[in-house]
């Protein structure tokens, strides 16, 4: 099973709003990574767990909170988001070697209104 | 920030051209990977060079890769529509770069019947 899954595809919320965003893989991977991706730009990474520890914090405000809660799992809690925040937000797995191709999920379509 | 500049920012052909484009890259780097994007989803791994590769060929892919110069090129042979996509080079700079993928700015492919 080479896939990648993301709930919601799309979600619409206001700035008050906290929701998630779920990411999972069973590929066995030990590396798993957020990127916001905004239209017509490459995708902009954001954290990367490794071996479920945070090992990469790209400076994201804490309005965004990352969750690795087990090695097939990752979360992405959402708090007061501000509209400039709506875009396109990917998972990504991987190995955790020095060889790493990414496999990247279909994304979730973030609104903030 | 970005490490690989693409060119040309857009292609546009007709079916059973052949589509090249490059990539360049300031640092040094492990391997370098390209990716598809259909529009709104996720990205799809093609192919991976290494940095002591010079060439390697996937079905109608082809990639080589010149670290002398820092720069990559993506051949698609006998385009067809459904090649429609933007496609992103990303360099891995290896251990170094924790987990870390480079994308370029991309360039955008429109595949005419």
């Known amino acids: 099973d080479t896939e990648v899954t993301q709930t919601p595809k799309h979600l619409v919320m206001g700035m008050t709003n906290k929701k998630s965003l779920k990411c999972e893989q069973h590929m066995g991977h030990r590396a798993m990574y957020w990127y916001k991706q905004k239209a017509k730009k490459p995708p902009e990474l954001m954290f990367v767990y490794s071996y479920e520890k945070l090992s990469i914090n790209e400076s994201v405000p804490s309005r965004f909170s990352p969750e690795c809660p087990n090695s097939s799992l990752l979360n992405l809690h959402l708090h007061a988001l501000q509209p400039e925040d709506s875009a396109l937000y990917l998972c990504?797995?991987?190995?955790?070697?020095?060889?790493?191709?990414?496999?990247f999920g279909p994304g979730t379509r973030l609104t903030v209104t | 920030s970005q490490q690989g500049e693409e060119d040309p920012q857009a292609l546009s052909i007709q079916e059973g051209e052949n589509a090249t484009m490059n990539c360049s890259y300031k640092?040094?780097?492990?391997?370098l990977q390209w990716y598809r994007q259909n529009s709104g989803r996720g990205l799809v791994h093609l192919i991976l060079?290494?940095?002591?590769?010079r060439e390697k060929h996937s079905g109608r892919l082809r990639v080589t890769l010149d670290t002398s110069k820092k720069s990559s090129s993506l051949l698609i042979t006998a385009s067809r529509a459904a090649d429609t996509a933007s496609y992103f080079c990303a360099t891995d700079g290896g251990l170094d770069s924790w987990g870390k993928l480079q994308f370029g700015a991309g360039t955008q492919v429109v595949v005419t019947p």
């Open positions: 990504a797995s991987s190995q955790a070697g020095s060889v790493r191709e990414q496999y």
């Open positions: 060079i290494r940095s002591n590769e």
């Open positions: 640092t040094s780097i492990n391997n």
